[in-house]
T-cell receptor, first 116, second 113 residues
Framework: QKEVEQNSGPLSVPEGAIASLNCTYS??????FFWYRQYSGKSPELIMF????GDKEDGRFTAQLNKASQYVSLLIRDSQPSDSATYLC????????????????FGTGTKLQVIP | NAGVTQTPKFQVLKTGQSMTLQCAQD?????MYWYRQDPGMGLRLIYY???????DKGEVPNGYNVSRLNKREFSLRLESAAPSQTSVYFC????????????FGQGTRLTVV
């Protein structure tokens, strides 16, 4: 059973701080990694996607990938109360460029609370 | 564009009743999915349709059936609802390929009593 693991939280950070969300995965062949944000009672929406080792930055969000350690993280700088949500890590177990259907496994999510 | 639309938003069923959850997408995506989300379990794939005319079982298919009616529509049917099927159901769609984003519908909160 291929797994994607996240700490369920809640992770509480003060407004303006850096929130660090972590995810580990079991399938060493996984090539693409996604971070989705899900507000309470709403559907998930994509915020970051990464496939290369290292960091990828988009505004206040930075995704970090370490394939050797099978670890992907999401950093949120200058956290805002509006960032309070559950963050889902998702891992694509297939070949990036093969086309066709690709199986994506979701973690259980980490609940983030940003305290004003 | 509406994106992914699923109906209904809420439903209460009695054990043994049947129902169909409807899903439609207007993004011309090839792939469509049905997930269920339970506390502490994350999103689990029930069935998927990689492309029009094909459907396949996901992680938790027992008790469900699906129909890919056309490229836009993908329905999920519960033939005889059980309390264990109480959950939030999400339909999603994406393009084929490894780097593609999944777009989710607004969810259906189903309670089976």
């Amino acid at each position: 059973q291929k797994e994607v693991e996240q700490n369920s939280g809640p992770l509480s950070v003060p407004e303006g701080a850096i929130a660090s969300l972590n995810c580990t995965y079991s399938d060493r062949g996984s090539q693409s990694f996604f971070w989705y944000r899900q507000y309470s009672g709403k559907s998930p929406e994509l915020i970051m996607f990464i496939y290369s080792n290292g960091d990828k930055e988009d505004g206040r969000f930075t995704a970090q990938l370490n394939k050797a350690s099978q670890y992907v993280s999401l950093l949120i700088r200058d956290s805002q109360p509006s960032d309070s949500a559950t963050y889902l890590c998702a891992v694509n177990e297939g070949e990036r460029n093969s086309g066709g259907y690709q199986k994506v496994t979701f973690g259980t999510g980490t609940k983030l609370q940003v305290i004003p | 564009n509406a994106g992914v639309t699923q109906t209904p938003k809420f439903q209460v069923l009695k054990t043994g009743q049947s129902m169909t959850l409807q899903c439609a997408q207007d993004m011309n995506h090839n792939s469509m999915y049905w997930y269920r989300q339970d506390p502490g379990m994350g999103l689990r794939l029930i069935y998927y349709s990689a492309s029009e005319g094909t459907t396949d079982k996901g992680e938790v298919p027992n008790g469900y059936n699906v129909s890919r009616l056309n490229k836009r529509e993908f329905s999920l049917r519960l033939e005889s609802a059980a309390p264990s099927q109480t959950s939030v159901y999400f339909c999603a769609s994406s393009e084929l390929g490894g780097d593609t984003e999944a777009f989710f519908g607004q969810g259906t909160r189903l309670t089976v009593v």
